[in-house]
């Protein structure tokens, strides 16, 4: 853990984030909003400061009541993984600044988000569907999607707990399929 | 002016409103976007230029190291652009295993990069560790490397027969599949499996070193310098290939950055960026190896520099083997994991380059979400800005020196 790295976050970004700069193991963890993602990546990664060059990971998270995009980001001047957390996207029409600008190999993971997610990256070229075909229209990674869960239906379902059907807490009743035995 | 019909989709027929006939050519499948352009760069290359043609390739080639579809647009041999189209092997693993218990999630991460299941299962077991803050015992850790470097080395073997496979050269696939045959047979009376090992768990590792795989390890290392140099002596030493990969779909060091790129492919162009040192894991810290860079960037120098690493690589094996711990393979652990809420990102340096996991956890025991990070779909995204200008038979050797795997590219 880079103490001197999180001062050094604090010091700079103080204002613009949006909860505390969290460390663990060898991360260090920031939350900024959606709308501040290009500029302040763009400073991570331009300024001689910080010489964030490498895009290690763009994710998509969906918490079940807002979505987030997670980047990881390397760079020499730290010995940590940095994580901005852009968060607090609404789930009915998430949007959030492209960082293909910055990274032009980050294409492909937004429009793996925007398969799985719906998220809508703005400014992305290219942002079409990646694995699942053009007319398909739900959004799998979504914690409203559902898997058929046949153990959970099996008439063991829910004596083993390595079997319980995995229900997200927030479901609506009646989504899924729930067996007692 | 050709478009296949593979181009459709597949609900399309001729009354579909949005196909337009084109009657002078007196087919539907002729000049035809595969349905209404949705994004900018879509509309721009399903519009062809004077004397340009659509050629599609895939999804059943045996060039593209899997089940890729490629749809190139040519002018005459020269590519001009592509467009790969990719899901064919989309299982969903990260949706299976959110829905998987702790445990159960190994078993699904390994058919990711089938020819090297061993760093696919690693990044998820060191996710898992962080979330679960457990301490692997050493002897363990020594074994993971072992083992992951064996397959490292069996997977490198496996891209140079390829590589000249896909250039026309028949003899060093059958050649580098002996090394690689034994390395996974090796790793087999380890492990139990060929390619899925399903070794890794959390908090250590399945089996303890055996005395099968110790003698064949023992007898494999004791010639394996002089076979390497040997297969390798067939490529490097070839006027044919050296002159065909060299100055072929060259990367510079900001292009490289840019796109996203980790592993052998960015090392090629001078940046020495390899996750063993930038961010030491395992017990890599106590290892003495070196991480070879090259400056050319083209295709030569990505083959170049996997053969050298398969050298470090065998420098790791030995001393593993010579510093091996005694002591338990597997930390204490409940049967049923439940970490608490938390986020963790684990990040290994595989043969292709960097392998990460984003885990977290929501205090079940299941993964609440879990990101799989794979380099083969990074570097794949490569192939469509090194490609353009070079002629079809480039686009193979491109593609293969990238090194993707279609099972980790679709996931």
């Known amino acids: ?181 | 002016m050709t478009v296949t019909r593979n181009l459709l989709p597949p609900h399309a027929s001729a009354d579909d409103p949005r196909i337009t006939l084109d009657e002078e050519v007196g087919g539907i499948f002729e000049n035809v976007p595969p349905y209404p352009p949705r994004t900018e760069r879509e509309a721009e290359f399903y519009t062809l230029g004077d004397g340009e043609m659509f050629i599609n390739m895939g999804p059943q080639h045996p060039s593209t190291h899997g089940v890729l579809r490629v749809v190139l647009k040519l002018d005459g041999e020269k590519v001009v652009d592509l467009d790969p189209v990719l899901g064919y092997l989309h299982r969903g693993v990260e949706k299976l295993c959110e829905n998987a218990d702790y445990h159960q999630v190994i078993s699904q991460v390994d058919p990711l990069e089938y020819v090297s299941s061993l760093f696919c299962e690693w990044s998820p077991v060191m996710a898992f560790e962080q979330l679960l803050d457990v301490e692997v015992p050493r002897r363990a850790e020594y074994i993971r490397v072992l083992s992951a470097e064996l397959n490292r080395i069996a997977s490198h073997a496996l891209f140079a027969g390829w590589m000249a496979l896909d250039l026309g050269g028949l003899t060093p696939i059958l050649w580098s599949f002996i090394e690689r045959d034994e390395i996974v047979e090796m790793l087999a009376s380890l492990t139990g499996q060929r390619m899925l090992f399903n070794y890794f768990r959390i908090g250590g590792v399945n089996g303890d070193l055996n005395h099968d795989f110790m003698s064949r390890l023992g007898d494999w290392m004791s010639r394996a310098v002089k076979q390497i140099d040997n297969d390798t002596g067939l490529l490097n030493e070839n006027e044919i290939f050296v002159r065909r990969m060299r100055g072929l779909g060259v990367l510079d060091r900001d292009t490289a950055l840019r796109m996203c790129a980790t592993g052998p492919n960015l090392r090629a162009t001078g940046v020495p960026f390899d996750v063993r040192r930038a961010h030491p894991y395992s017990i890599y810290p106590e290892i003495d190896f070196d991480i070879p860079t090259r400056t050319e960037g083209d295709c030569l120098a990505r083959y170049l520099l996997r053969m050298d690493e398969v050298k470090q690589s065998l420098r790791i094996i030995d001393q593993c083997l010579h510093q091996m711990p005694d002591g338990p393979i597997m930390a204490k652990l409940p049967r049923l994991l439940r970490p608490r809420p938390g986020r963790a990102y684990a990040s290994i340096e595989g043969p292709r380059g960097q392998y990460a996991t984003y885990a977290i956890s929501d205090g079940t025991d299941q993964p609440f979400r879990m990101r799989i990070h794979d380099p083969s779909f990074i570097h794949l995204q490569m192939v469509g800005l090194l490609t353009p200008g070079n002629l079809v038979a480039d686009t193979m050797a491109i593609m293969a020196s990238l090194d993707p795997i279609m099972g980790g590219v679709d996931k």
């Open chain 1, 1 to 181: 853990m880079d103490r001197l790295f999180r001062r050094r976050l604090e010091a700079r970004f103080g204002d613009r984030l949006t909860g505390p700069v969290r460390q663990r193991h060898d991360q260090t963890e920031i939350r900024i909003a959606a709308a501040d993602v290009a500029d302040i990546l763009r400073t991570l990664h331009d300024d001689p400061e910080w010489r964030f060059e490498l895009l290690a990971d763009l994710a998509g998270v969906d918490t079940g009541t807002h979505m987030q995009v997670v980047y990881h980001l390397w760079s020499v001047t730290s010995p940590d993984w940095l994580r901005v957390i852009a968060d607090g996207l609404c789930r009915d029409d998430p949007r959030i600044p492209s960082v293909t600008f910055l990274w032009k190999g980050a294409e492909w993971m937004e429009r793996e988000a925007y398969d799985m997610f719906g998220i809508t990256f703005e400014g992305n070229r290219d942002l079409r569907r990646i694995y699942m075909p053009p007319e398909y229209t739900s959004f799998p990674l979504r914690k409203d999607f559902f898997l058929a869960d046949d153990a959970a239906r099996s008439p063991g379902g829910g004596v083993r707990p390595m079997e319980r059907s995995h229900s997200p807490r927030d479901a609506a009743p009646g989504a899924v399929r729930q067996v007692r035995a």
